[in-house]
């Protein structure tokens, strides 16, 4: 990924995407004190951009990391990079992170805060699994409290697991795997928040230990608008087999229908190809 042309923007500047580089003592690289964005640009503007710009703000915030850029600046350094790439459709991620400083160790006060904003081209997220349904596995490792760690923070140190979640269900041929909470409530998947659907009404788990994506609130509104009950609640694992639909939500992800949890299958049904349709129209208009 780092052999490409391109360019990124950096601490304020645009460089070349080969000499986009940091030193191997990057805090954020040893001690995980990191945050970051995931946004997609659609025909020239970023779904919810400004709202990823006070996210990241948030979870450095909550990582006890203060960015040196407003919101305001963090928005504007997204459109330079996007401009001078030329790109109207892009995903984007901006990534903050403690550099080298004068210290290495765990304390890390006095180093500085870095930001870099780079994009891609990103296509489905899942591949055909947007129009099939994804297979996903279940994954032994479990969200955890928020007692443990700032759970709503976009904050690459929640990622590990995710990382391994992913991994594990690769290799057992799944696109992802769906994580159940400390407490053994379904959670979401590694990159994506979870809906469920029965009996014409929606269920999804109340976002209390995992973040709280802006595609899941911007979903959770449309299902509003169109009247659908919605239940956010605490779901029991062994509630899967009852459910009928599921789809995913993320903004990489957008609305994937899921086919198969584990043992137990879904139908891509009405209600899933509706919000999914509904929400590729809302992002492009
Ligand atoms: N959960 C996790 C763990 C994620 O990485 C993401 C992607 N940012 C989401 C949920 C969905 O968040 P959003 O809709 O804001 O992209």
């Known amino acids: 990924f780092d052999d490409r042309d391109g360019t990124i923007w950096m601490d304020g500047t645009l460089v070349d995407w080969r000499e986009a580089k940091v030193h191997v003592l990057t805090h954020g690289l040893h001690y995980a004190s990191s945050v970051f964005e995931g ?31 407003t919101a305001e600046e963090i928005d504007a350094a997204k459109d330079d990079m996007l401009k ?9 991620r901006a990534v903050a992170f403690r550099g080298s400083g004068q ?10 805060v870095r930001l870099v904003v780079a994009g891609w081209q990103w296509g489905n997220y899942y591949g055909d699994a947007k129009m099939k349904g994804a297979k996903l596995d279940i994954s032994k490792w479990k969200r955890p409290s928020p007692e443990t760690i700032p759970s709503q923070a976009k904050a690459a140190g929640l990622y590990m697991i995710c990382t391994m979640s992913k991994h594990a269900a690769e290799a057992k041929g799944c696109s992802d795997a769906m994580m159940f909470d400390y407490r053994g409530y379904v959670a979401e998947a590694t990159g994506a928040n979870i809906f469920f659907v029965k009996d014409g009404e929606v269920h999804t788990p109340t976002a209390d230990c995992f973040l709280n994506g802006l595609t899941r609130q911007t979903v959770l509104q449309m299902l509003h608008e169109r009247g659908v009950t919605v239940h956010e609640r605490h779901i029991m694992p062994e509630e899967l087999e009852g459910f009928e639909q599921c789809w995913l939500t993320g903004t990489a992800a957008e609305v994937t229908p899921v086919g198969q949890i584990g043992d137990y299958s879904f139908e891509v049904g009405q209600m899933t190809r509706d919000i999914a349709e509904a929400y590729e129209k809302l992002v492009r208009s």
């Not at 210290?103 to 500085?112: K, Y």
């Open 103 to 112: 210290d290495m160790g765990v304390s890390a006060a006095r180093n500085p």
């Open 84 to 92: 001078a790439n030329g790109w109207t459709d892009a995903y984007v």
């Open 39 to 69: 946004e997609r640009c659609y025909n020239g503007t970023i779904f919810k951009g400004h709202e990823h710009s006070q996210r990241l703000i948030r979870s450095a915030e909550l990582i006890d990391m203060e960015l040196p850029y």
